[in-house]
């Protein structure tokens, strides 16, 4: 009956915990952003397994039967660390979206549009080419995608020209399956839809991740049964936030993400953390955002 925990760099995260309330109804959910040290696509691998196995271990220390890495960087440079060092079981958004993309590619390129970090980590390209080859494998850095998601500019025309100049290589390779491979992509979805045509299929990281959530939870035995949520009113599991700091547009942006509004967070001290671990053990202190 614990928690399924999820973590991200900063907010990107919440558009998988959208996903995950969507299909799993029932379970409680943990979120913690790093949001004090976001972003994690311009940081090396050290750092990043540093950052991750602290995050992890804080959503393990409060429960979770389950941690789901949101962040794609975390999930190119830490997963293989985490799986071996946590005493629950870990999934990471990187796979999920490759088999998708696997499922609904009809024989053309499979693209990536990501952080530089993501896609400087080769993770993505690496899954994809041990099933079709390097040829068919495109990835294409997309950094101003985050803040623009950020700023809520899903439709501005300044969004549509960096779509049209990130996603031109994507389109002159003829790529017939894109993966967004970012947490904060799905937000664009609609422009980078219109840029790529109706032909390309679009593969949204934090839906194929909710699904892979399921099926753990369901072949392992943790899945919470419908009907068992906690909140009487709509049967739904809890939702609690940890930030490690409160951005001054949480609201607004975190309500956009998650679909629902926000009214209650706690913030984690990451400054407190020694750099090997040593946040599960930091005191949260509740605030309103």
Excluded at 38 to 62: E, H, I, M
Excluded at 74 to 95: M, T, Y
Excluded at 155 to 164: F, G, K, N
Aim: glycine share 10%; aromatic share 6%.
């Amino acid at each position: 009956m614990g928690p399924v925990g999820v973590f991200d760099s900063g907010m990107g995260g919440l558009t998988v915990l959208r996903e995950l309330r969507r299909r799993l109804p029932a379970e409680d959910l943990l979120y913690f952003g790093d949001t004090a040290r976001v972003p994690y696509g311009t940081k090396g691998a050290r750092t990043v397994r540093a950052f991750a196995r602290q995050d992890a271990d804080f959503l393990v220390a409060r429960g979770a039967k389950l941690v789901v890495v949101a962040c794609n960087t975390a999930s190119a440079f830490a997963i293989d660390d985490l799986r071996a060092a946590l005493p629950v079981p870990v999934l990471d958004v990187i796979a999920p979206g490759v088999a998708t993309a696997l499922a609904r590619t009809r024989g053309g390129p499979v693209g990536i549009v990501a952080t530089r970090g993501t896609v400087e980590s080769g993770r993505y390209q690496q899954l994809l080419a041990a099933e079709i080859g390097e040829a068919r494998v495109v990835a294409r850095p997309c950094p101003l995608f985050v803040p623009l998601a950020e700023e809520g500019l899903l439709d501005h025309p300044v969004t549509r020209r960096m779509a049209e100049e990130y996603l031109a290589p994507l389109r002159e390779a003829g790529v017939d399956t894109l993966i967004l491979g970012c947490t904060h992509y799905p937000l664009l979805k609609g422009v980078i839809g219109e840029v790529m045509g109706p032909d390309v299929a679009l593969v949204d990281s934090a839906e194929a991740l909710s699904v892979a959530a399921a099926q753990e939870l369901t072949r392992r035995g943790l899945r919470r049964p419908e009907g068992a949520g906690r909140a009487a009113a709509r049967n739904e599991g809890r939702i609690e936030f940890y930030l490690s700091d409160l951005p001054w547009k949480f609201r607004e942006v975190g309500a956009l993400f998650l679909g629902r509004p926000i009214d209650e967070v706690h913030t984690v001290n990451v400054n407190e953390a020694a750099w090997d671990g040593g946040l599960a053990g930091i005191p949260a202190r509740k605030e309103t955002p």
